[in-house]
């Protein structure tokens, strides 16, 4: 038998793990009362943010912290010497995707107010809009913004793409306000970083022409909270939103209670297509370890 490599922890107990790895899960390993050292490889489960990033701290042998979502700001303050924070970039890109364009089209076509009607009994016939002969920001031209754009192509719309590099024949972030008047949709998918926190505030948003409506799958603080309740509360912009600031969003923020809004609780990449998608792409990252190659979607290294 081979020696043992790297101990994984993730919350799958049939993840397949290569030979010489020895594989750890909640239903053989419980975090709060096993010996953490041992763990090199910490996958964290889905959607359990910090309460399951605590427990880093103990694995003083921890060499890979392998975050299973693509956002990691959260993961960034428990990075140290000699550790590996490497992100899920790819496995939510459908999900997400999906979901942007599912809000594009039920704010378009009054699906909220149709909803809302149904549920007084009303047979409400009005004349909404339409996805089609949509202008379409997307900012962030990452993989999620890809693969967005190509659940968009069968629509008639027209779209124009924003990010810091200008790669993927996107717009460079300073031709962004120019065309910000022009957008019947702008969707954000966007990483937030110090330069994207708040990057839509209340100038930007005063730049939307009356019915854009605004998007937000990427990162709650992307958008300044307080400036987008004061529009909304105008009746002159429409959102739908996966993701606020505060999350999870307070019973009593006005945000609730602002006119012209749709509001889902963070499940862009939380659905049925994460258990197999993200089983997989775990697996594969093994792989690559095992047969001495670089992981995937390296974040941040600090080197010994």
Not at 148 to 167: A, E, H, N
Request: aromatic share 8%; hydrophobic share 40%.
């Amino acid at each position: 038998m081979p020696p043992i490599t790297h101990t994984v922890w993730s919350q799958w107990p049939d993840l397949v793990v290569p030979e010489g790895f020895e594989r750890l899960s909640p239903s053989n390993f419980p975090l709060e009362s096993s010996d953490l050292s041992k763990i090199s490889i910490y996958i964290p489960p889905y959607m359990t943010g910090v309460e399951y990033l605590e427990p880093t701290k103990k694995m003083t042998n921890l060499k890979i912290l392998q975050v299973p979502n693509a956002g990691y700001e959260s993961a960034l303050p428990y990075i140290r010497e000699g550790m590996l924070l490497c992100n899920a970039r790819g496995v939510h890109n459908a999900s997400t995707a999906e979901l942007a364009v599912g809000m594009a089209i039920a704010m378009k076509r009054g699906f909220p107010d149709f909803i809302r009607a149904q549920d007084q009994g009303l047979w409400s016939h009005e004349r909404m809009g339409s996805l089609n002969d949509s202008t379409v920001g997307i900012i962030g031209a990452g993989s999620i913004g890809q693969t967005l754009i190509s659940f968009l192509k069968p629509y008639d719309v027209d779209i124009k793409t924003f990010s810091r590099s200008g790669q993927n024949d996107a717009f460079t972030m300073d031709r962004l306000d120019e065309f910000l008047p022009t957008f019947d949709i702008l969707f954000l998918i966007i990483p937030l970083n110090s330069e994207s926190k708040h990057l839509i505030n209340a100038r930007r948003l005063a730049l939307l022409k009356d019915s854009a409506i605004l998007i937000n799958v990427a990162r709650g603080k992307v958008v300044d909270t307080d400036a987008l309740v004061a529009e909304l509360i105008k009746g002159r912009i429409r959102a739908a939103l996966d993701v606020t600031d505060p999350e999870p969003l307070p019973a009593d923020h006005p945000l609730w209670r602002a006119p012209n809004v749709m509001i889902t609780p963070h499940v862009g990449g939380d659905s049925e297509a994460f258990e197999k998608r993200g089983k997989r792409f775990m697996e594969s990252q093994l792989q690559r370890i095992a047969s001495g190659m670089d992981p995937l979607n390296i974040i941040e290294t600090v080197a010994l």
